[in-house]
């Protein structure tokens, strides 16, 4: 397994490019299930969890392969298993978006019960509640959910729960719903921009679906979809992460290909601070000279701060001259990476779904451990200014979900090399 070593570097400069969104490739993978025609997905990402999700496709009869150009080209082989098993669900959480189109399209579907992760409980109830109101059965049986449908049937339901929406939910219920009969109506959808992506990849495979972006989805069902070629969205998370990484070195960064219009409250939250921001019609560019200014910010679904940017943020305000308070309202435990930073020097006082965190005036370099996928980038970005040297062990973590990420720091000028952890099990 690899480590990096990331030193105290100097303020990143220059210009570096976002890659696809993570979290729209793999439910639009997904989608490809609802067709026999073959599909592109360009700008896809290479990434660990894309290539698990490949993986899991093959299984199920749909081939994925990488163009030259990076594009993914799917291709349905007929045939292959409906069931997505255990070590496959049990790494990568998004599997479970292949459960919507395998029951649309083959009326079954045999996916592993996804557990919990280091960020708290991930419970599924909503995704099973929609698909259950569109006519399907489900069972839990020996750690599988077992699904079946003779036909589904569009109906009215609501998709909200104690936390908003779910993401992977709405994505499940949206492309059930494509090929059932009669009209769906989806209330309290997740609006977030990977839904939007995935329902406008839907619509291009011939889907009929209103509302798209809002919380309120109508779809008319079809008999049928064809394949279709898609560029998916720009990563707004990997876009923010990058975002602080010029923000923490008090750098000037222009991220490219990324939209600003995806990101407004992350940009404010930043203005906040401390950071000057420029919004590009296809670009971001950060930079600092002045002091970090303390904030205050609440994760909540889209459009509100994105849960997947809490950890980077709560880096940056490490070092900012005052108190800050960052309350989760998604994942109310997902605050693993505070004993990390407090390895750093950091000064945070956990309360409830709040972190406290006191400015220091420098963290400290050490080694540390990522627990997922962004607790690992703010290792990364408190890193970069820690005095001395920083080790992130458990690095597998940081493949899973950003593309080259200290190859794209290193462009910019941070010290960080890739290593083999012989430290590790
Ligand atoms: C998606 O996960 C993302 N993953 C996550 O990104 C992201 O953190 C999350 O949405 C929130 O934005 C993908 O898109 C692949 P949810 P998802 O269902 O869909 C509760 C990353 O780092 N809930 O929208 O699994 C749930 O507990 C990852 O890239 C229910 O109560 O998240 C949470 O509090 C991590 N019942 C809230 O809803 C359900 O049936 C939102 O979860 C489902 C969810």
Known sequence: MDKLVVSQSPPLRGAVAVSGAKNA????????????????????????????????????????????????????????????????????????????????????????????????????DLHIRGLRALGATIEVEEGYLVARAGKLTGTTLFLGGPFGSSVTGTANVLMAAVLSEGRTVIESAACEPEVVDLARFLVRMGARIRG?????????????????????IPDRIEAGTLL?????????????????????????????????????????RASRSGPLRPAQFVTLPYPGFPTDLQAQFMALLCLSEGISVI??????ERFLHVAELLRLRAHILREGPSAIVVGVPWLSGAKVMASDLRASAALVLAGLVARGKTEVKRIYHL???????????????????????????
């Open 244 to 284: 602080v990484a010029a923000a923490i070195t008090g750098g000037d960064v222009t991220v490219t290909g990324a939209s600003a219009g995806m990101l407004t409250g992350v940009l404010q939250t930043l203005r906040e601070i401390g950071v000057t921001i420029e919004e590009g019609p296809t670009s971001i």
């Open 399 to 425: 493949d899973r979900g950003y593309e080259r990420l200290e190859e794209k720091l290193k462009a910019l000028g941070a010290i960080i090399e890739r290593e083999p952890d012989p430290e590790a099990p």
């Open 327 to 332: 309350t989760e309202k998604i994942y109310p």
């Open 212 to 232: 798209v972006g809002s919380p309120r989805l109508e779809i008319e069902g079809v008999r049928k979809l064809h394949g279709a070629t898609w560029r998916v």
């Open 25 to 124: 490739v793999l439910p639009i993978l997904a989608a490809t299930l609802l067709t026999d025609e073959g599909c592109v997905i360009e700008g896809a990402p290479d990434l660990k969890d894309v290539a698990t999700m490949c993986r899991l496709m093959s299984d199920l009869g749909v081939t994925v392969s990488r163009r030259e150009d990076g594009a993914l080209v799917t291709r349905p082989e007929g045939g292959g298993s409906c069931d997505a098993d255990y070590d496959i669900v049990r790494t990568m959480r998004a599997s479970i978006t292949v459960l919507g189109p395998l029951l649309a399209k083959r009326g079954r579907a045999v996916v592993s019960f996804p557990g919990g992760c280091n960020i708290g409980p991930r419970p599924i």
